[in-house]
């Protein structure tokens, strides 16, 4: 007797999912984060505290700097020195890559 050949079950039509496109707009957020640092340092100089925000124009991140209001020295920076150095290495070592590639 001959047997009959089995045939896979067929596989159900999956529909591909569709990809979300999100909408970023880097500039609209730097623009924000400086105008909320400003508002930042505007309070704090109204309190009279030695804290104030700056941005880091190269990283494009907040940095934190607690002063002494007498001498103006700064006591501590968040993130601190070293790790503001490491990364603007990272970002001239990213375009030097990227230079020499190109």
């Known amino acids: 007797m001959p047997q009959a050949a089995i045939q896979p079950e067929p596989k159900p039509h999956l529909a591909p999912i ?28 109204k309190s009279g505290r030695a804290v104030s925000f700056s941005m880091d124009v190269k990283l494009g991140q907040p940095i934190i700097f607690v002063t002494n209001l007498s001498t103006g020295e700064v006591i501590r920076q968040i993130p601190n020195e070293v790790v503001v150095r490491v990364a603007h290495g990272i970002e001239d070592f990213k375009g030097m890559l990227h230079n020499v590639a190109a």
């Open 18 to 45: 569709p990809k979300s496109e999100i909408q970023f707009d880097s500039e609209a957020v730097r623009k924000n984060l400086q105008e909320a640092i400003q508002k930042l340092n505007d309070m704090l100089d």
